[in-house]
């Protein structure tokens, strides 16, 4: 069974870069068919998706936020990485990462990371 854990800071500072890091277990980020997507949820909205990092390589991103954010994997830790720029309170959600072999239906799912931005 593929697991998922997202690591990063819980607060970051309005301007300042986020960046987050996916752990996989129990599967390689490099299996043949396989999506490796960032999701977030803000408080009193729905699921938004981010990005996605295809198994060889390729990056797809929403088009809202392809101007902040990029995308990066290590394949020797099996770990993907979101990063977003210039933050805003805005940004402020819950992040989960994910994976599934149709881009926006994942089929595992990280338990999600809070990151507030605050000064």
């Known amino acids: 069974q593929v697991q998922l854990q997202e690591s990063g800071p819980g607060l ?10 996916c752990t996989v277990s ?3 980020i ?13 408080p009193g909205k729905g699921l938004e ?18 101007s902040r954010t990029s995308l990066s994997r ?14 805003t309170p805005e940004d ?6 994910g994976t599934g072999t149709r881009i926006l239906l994942l089929d595992y799912w990280g338990q999600g990371t809070q990151v507030t931005v605050s000064s």
């Open 12 to 21: 970051v500072k309005p301007s300042q870069t986020l960046s987050l890091t």
């Open 26 to 28: 129990g599967g390689s």
């Open 30 to 42: 490099t299996t043949y068919s396989y999506y490796w997507s960032w999701i977030r949820q803000s």
């Open 49 to 66: 998706w981010m990005g996605t990092i295809y198994y060889n390589g390729n990056t797809y991103y929403s088009p809202s936020l392809k």
């Open 74 to 87: 290590d394949t020797s830790k099996d770990q993907f990485t979101l990063q977003l720029t210039s933050v």
């Open 92 to 97: 402020t959600a819950v992040y989960y990462c």
